[in-house]
């Protein structure tokens, strides 16, 4: 079975960055697909971007441009480039891994996805 660990998460200041990362047990047909997501105290969870094994990307809009995500798949490890961060953003930060799905968007963001980490904190404030 897959496991995923993050890592990566702390505290910073409203304007700073913060880097994540995700690392893979192994390579699976059910961790082509990759993602970030994130869930504050009282809101849904929500996704932020995924990745087709260390290539094509689908980003949520409102993610665009402050986020990034990327992939190394030669260490199965999965990353998220957070910058201009905000209170808004503090919130527990997850990495999942599911299979693709043919036909149309490889990875979507609403797509499956069977395999969780554990979540990493992150806390945006002054």
């Known amino acids: 079975q897959v496991q995923l660990m993050e890592s990566g998460g702390g505290s910073v200041r409203p304007g700073g960055s913060l880097n994540l990362s995700c690392e893979a047990s192994?390579?699976?047909?059910?961790?082509?697909?990759m993602a970030w997501f994130r869930q504050a105290p009282g809101k849904e969870r929500e996704a932020i971007a995924t990745i087709y094994q260390d290539s094509l990307t689908i980003y949520e809009e409102s993610f665009k441009g402050r986020f990034l995500v990327s992939r190394d798949s030669a260490k199965n490890t999965l990353y998220l480039q957070m910058n201009s961060l905000q209170p808004e953003d503090t919130a527990l930060y997850y990495c999942?891994?599911?299979?693709?799905?043919?036909?149309?968007?490889?990875?979507?963001?609403?797509?499956?996805?069977?395999?969780w980490g554990q979540g990493t904190q992150v806390t945006v404030s002054s």
């Open positions: 999942a891994a599911g299979p693709p799905t043919l036909g149309g968007a490889l990875c979507p963001l609403k797509g499956t996805f069977d395999f």
């Open positions: 192994h390579s699976t047909y059910t961790t082509i697909c």
